[in-house]
């Protein structure tokens, strides 16, 4: 257990500000304090409820939102895929409660740990709780306290939402092939952006994206694919 | 704080509702399906870049289509990302979009 906290005390303490933003933003789109504590208690991702808060408007566009943290959140399947041979111990009931808790965080750092030594439950839920814990209270202290701050894009704070997504693109980039997938992505989000009403744009983007990942292959099981 | 900020729009209701089982989905599907299904190949480089293709689309307008400022504040934003911190980043994005806007527009 004093591992778990230990190790996962750094992305709690990160997290913090983006919380605190996230919160501040949702409360200018309208978000009241108990939907944003909902939606963290129940979705609890951070790039969904980023890009869900970012396209939130009235009337709440709900079938979109869901879509689009369907898209955000496919990398989970992944994650999970791999963390399930390591949590296989774990029993179905806590492994349904840690993989809850899962987060690209707690990932990382169960993949760490997995590496080195057996993971075991209470490690996995000792992180998953304390940032679960943590994100609820700093994103509703933020929505609490984001309605005081006034029009947004006095100080530039809507281009928040640009600035960390970019960011977030940084992290994620793998080479070549990421930017391919990230340039058809952008191609065809503009040109839908420009043609039709409404954020379908964002749908049509990860679709144009994921295609593109596709038809360019993996990066190392290319060529045992074409033997096959 | 007022009563209107209290409360809880059931559409509102609807997405978060919509958000948190998909997202769910999401967290145990890797899991159930990996003894049955080996996800690899194309099908594995195409989920691979779903979820950067989503934050490009996402930004998309915002970067390229909004005006001179916000494309040259997006470019230093990618610049800074790529030396700092994340939040370093973000705070010289959002600052430098307020001085381009103040010197373009």
Redesign the interface.
């Known amino acids: 257990m004093r591992d778990g906290a230990i190790d996962v005390l750094p992305a709690a303490v990160?997290v913090v500000?983006?919380a605190l933003l996230l919160g501040a933003l949702a409360a200018q789109k309208g978000?009241?304090?108990?939907?944003m504590v909902?939606?963290s208690a129940?979705?609890?991702?951070g790039?969904?409820q980023f890009?869900?808060v970012?396209?939130w408007r009235e009337?709440?566009?709900?079938?979109l939102?869901?879509v689009?943290?369907?898209?955000?959140?496919?990398?989970?399947?992944?994650?999970?895929?791999?963390?399930?041979?390591k949590?296989g111990h774990f029993g179905t009931g806590t492994?349904?409660i840690a993989?809850?808790t899962?987060v690209d965080e707690t990932w990382a750092l169960a993949e760490r740990r997995a590496a080195r030594t057996k993971l075991s439950a209470t490690y996995f839920l000792t992180m998953g709780l304390i940032l679960y814990v943590n994100w609820i209270g700093w994103t509703g202290l933020g929505a609490?306290l984001g309605?005081l701050i006034g029009d947004p894009s006095r100080?530039?704070?809507d281009?928040?939402?640009?600035?960390?997504?970019?960011?977030?693109?940084?992290?994620?980039w793998q080479g070549p092939?990421?930017g391919v997938?990230?340039a058809?992505?952008?191609i065809?989000?503009?040109l839908v952006?420009?043609s039709f009403e409404g954020p379908w744009?964002?749908?049509?983007?990860?679709i144009?994206?994921?295609?593109?990942?596709?038809?360019?292959?993996?990066?190392d099981?290319a060529v045992t694919?074409t033997v096959e | 704080m007022t009563l209107d900020a209290l409360q809880i729009d059931p559409l509102a209701l609807a997405a978060i509702a919509g958000m948190a089982l998909v997202t769910y989905a999401s967290r145990i599907g890797g899991w159930l399906v990996i003894r049955r299904l080996v996800v690899s190949g194309r099908a594995r480089a195409a989920l691979e870049a779903v979820p950067g293709a989503v934050l490009a689309a996402v930004i998309t307008p915002a970067v390229l289509a909004t005006g001179p400022a916000e494309t040259a504040a997006a470019a230093i934003t990618v610049v800074a990302a790529l030396r700092l911190p994340q939040l370093a980043a973000i705070v010289i994005g959002v600052v430098s979009v307020v001085i381009l806007r103040a010197v373009l527009y």
Do not use: C, K, Q
Request: aromatic share 10%.
């Open positions: 990160a500000p983006f978000i009241s304090v108990p939907e909902l939606m129940t979705v609890f991702a790039s969904a890009v869900a970012d396209i009337p709440v566009p709900w079938l939102l869901t689009t943290a369907l898209m955000i959140n496919l990398r989970h399947l992944l994650m999970g895929a791999s963390l399930a041979g949590i492994s349904l993989l809850f899962m609490a309605g100080y530039g704070a281009f928040a939402f640009p600035a960390i997504f970019l960011t977030l693109l940084v992290g994620l092939r990421t997938a990230i058809a992505s952008a065809v989000a503009a952006y420009l744009f964002i749908a049509a983007g990860g144009a994206g994921a295609l593109a990942g596709a038809v360019i292959g993996p990066a099981e694919e």
